[in-house]
């Protein structure tokens, strides 16, 4: 996910841009860049980091009076995907003539069988991204006339765009398309504005129009003239946006937690997009440079990470063992760095981390590396340090996570996990056979999720029922065990209720002594090995008065006689089961921390990136 913005009319296009690049920041912010066209030519400003930075470029590079002539230009702010955070991935790009340039969000799938074929015509690249071969593309086909160029290049796509182009034969011009990535136009007086979301130009105008799935659109100061990809006229409406600044940016969501656990069918779509041979039953993960003959020279997995990632990890373990016949560890990685633990040169160490930047992951893997371990990362931020110096990993292409607790990170880092595990268990025992059903598993993830969301309305009707507790007991068996004690981390970091996650079995050796009715429990009861084993257990709270709530399978009347609220998520396999139940649990837990009032983006004490020990 990263942020556009588009200006052509009377204004500063500079101000306007760097306005709306800062209102997009929450997009992405690991780099940044602007084109704007004056003087028969186009001029380029980029930089890595935040858009403050881009801003005092700028003003060094152009002077003011530069600055307030300029009518046009496109803007981008980054989250990367192909290529580190660099200044030569940043976006706009140019094409080979450095006479067009494009911003771009989205994944081009062909984008490795397009940059060859441009390649064999001569092309050069500067950078690693999709997007640049985008505009070389549109460069190629360029007689003249940007929008034909643009309709021309995007017959040959595949993939998902959100894009701007200029070009500097015709300065009063935007040609912007849309497919899977949004765009909306800002219609305002003798200036037309182009933005990822309307949080960029709401304070310009708010008459907008939300441009679909294959529109093409031709900018200029008048107004927008948009086509389909094959020229044909298409009608959109005009909307009147009538949200603050602070709504927008969260796309109309109260926070960015509940924005990014709503996101999560399409940050597992992009996690998954390209990444699945279903021919071989088998996945693509091109990150992780292993043969299958050194794959199945792996003897132990060995999982590294902190939190909600550790967690995961624990999940993982599941997914290695079941899958790829691996003995599995997970270990948090405080305790991994600081134990001299034993590493073989046959361990593979799977660091997961989202933010790249923990502290305690990273001197893990270090540790690993040091004693000759095969080291393999997990990590969402793009270029970030773990990602780095795994050198070799899978990427969660999940989107910028800006909620402090982590949600869709967690689910695509399972979604990775299994991918993981079906990869090395086909390169040793997992037959085709097998890895076809896992493949096609997998595949439901998303709507799995969906089917969850479209549940929000039932969850808050339980979340209101114990917003008011004190204590909360999560308690799971198998590989619904982890979940649990996320589910559990969940809820007590956003609602400061005391809550603790427990194997079931556990319950009775200890903790049984706390519950009574004031402490309701969280049975993970989906219908997946184990669960009459967790009915007793669920039996044995009820006789202590405990309230339980059941995540239970749709459908699954017989297990509803046993708990007193039910949270229902759909009937899946049980190795996909942990991704909707633990959709369902933050679901839970944000409402009940929205009903107590808490600041659920930034809770107490915690802070998104922990980088210190
Ligand atoms: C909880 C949460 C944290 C992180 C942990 C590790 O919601 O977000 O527990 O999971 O700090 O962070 P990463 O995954 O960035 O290494």
Redesign the pocket.
């Known amino acids: 996910m990263c942020g556009i913005v588009g200006y052509v009319g009377a204004k500063s296009a500079v101000d306007v841009l760097i306005g709306g690049l800062k209102r997009l920041e929450y997009r992405g912010y690991d780099s940044s860049g602007l084109v704007v066209a004056a003087d028969k030519a186009l001029h380029f400003v980029k930089d890595t980091g935040k858009v403050r930075q881009l801003e005092t470029r700028v003003h060094a590079a152009w002077p003011q009076a530069f600055r307030q002539r300029v009518g046009m230009g496109i803007a981008h702010t980054r989250w990367a995907t192909h290529g580190a955070p660099t200044r030569e991935n940043a976006h706009p790009h140019s094409d080979q003539t450095g006479r067009l340039a494009l911003v771009h969000n989205g994944i081009i799938e062909n984008y490795a069988a397009l940059r060859q074929q441009l390649a064999a015509k001569g092309h050069t690249f500067v950078s690693q991204t999709d997007s640049e071969v985008l505009i070389h593309l549109i460069g190629e086909l360029y007689k003249g006339n940007l929008f034909e160029a643009v309709c021309a290049a995007l017959k040959h796509v595949e993939g998902t765009y959100g894009i701007a182009a200029v070009s500097v034969d015709h300065p009063d011009q935007i040609v912007a398309a849309r497919k899977g990535s949004p765009l909306v136009i800002g219609m305002g007086e003798n200036e037309t504005i182009i933005a990822s979301d309307v949080s960029a130009l709401i304070s310009h105008t708010r008459q907008v129009i939300y441009l679909d799935d294959d529109d093409v659109a031709l900018l200029t100061p008048a107004g927008a003239d948009i086509r389909n990809i094959h020229n044909v006229p298409v009608s959109r409406e005009v909307a009147q946006v009538d949200w603050d600044v602070g709504v927008a940016e969260k796309g109309g969501f109260e926070h960015f937690m509940l924005k990014e656990i709503f996101e999560q069918p399409d940050a597992l779509s992009n996690t998954l997009r390209g990444r699945l041979d279903e021919q071989m039953g088998t996945a693509m993960l091109a990150g992780l440079a292993l043969s299958p003959r050194e794959l199945a020279a792996i003897r132990r997995v060995v999982i590294v990470?902190?939190?909600?990632?550790l967690h995961a990890g624990m999940v993982g373990k599941y997914y290695f063992e079941e899958l790829a016949d691996l003995p599995t560890e997970v270990e948090q990685a405080a305790e991994y760095r600081y134990r001299n633990p034993i590493i073989h040169p046959t361990d593979m160490v799977v660091a997961?981390?989202?933010?790249?930047?923990?502290a305690d992951?990273l001197a893990a893997i270090r540790e690993a590396k040091q004693k000759g371990a095969l080291v393999v990362g997990i990590c969402n931020v793009v270029g970030s340090t773990i990602a780095r110096e795994t050198g070799r990993g899978v990427y969660l292409h999940a989107g910028p996570e800006i909620g402090?607790?982590?949600t869709k990170?967690f689910t695509c880092q399972l979604a990775v996990l299994l991918m993981m595990a079906l990869k090395v268990g086909r390169a040793r025992r997992l037959s085709r056979q097998d890895g076809l059903e896992i493949c096609a598993q997998i595949k439901r993830i998303p709507d799995l999720v969906k089917a969850v969301l479209d549940r929000n309305a039932a969850i808050i009707k339980v979340a209101e029922r114990y917003a008011t507790a004190k204590d909360f007991f999560y308690i799971g068996r198998g590989c619904m065990y982890p979940v649990a004690l996320e589910g559990a981390?969940?809820l007590k970091?956003i609602s400061y209720i005391h809550a603790e996650g427990y194997h079931a079995a556990e319950l009775k050796h200890g903790p049984i002594a706390l519950l009574d009715e004031h402490a309701p429990v969280m049975a993970l009861l989906n219908n997946i090995a184990g669960k009459e084993k967790m009915i007793s257990n669920v039996q044995e709270c009820r006789a202590r008065q405990a309230p339980v709530i059941g995540v239970l399978s749709e459908g699954d009347r017989d297990t509803a006689t046993h708990v007193n609220d039910a949270l229902h998520v759909p009937l899946a396999p049980h190795l996909s089961a942990p991704i909707p139940t633990a959709v369902a649990l933050q679901l839970f837990a944000y409402h009940v921390a929205r009903l107590r009032d808490c600041p659920v983006d930034q809770p107490r004490n915690l802070a998104?990136?922990?980088t210190v020990e």
Not at 352 to 358: A, C, H, K, L, V
């Open positions: 990470a902190c939190g909600t990632s997961i981390s989202q933010s790249g930047e923990t992951t402090v607790a982590s990170a981390l969940k970091e998104k990136s922990v």
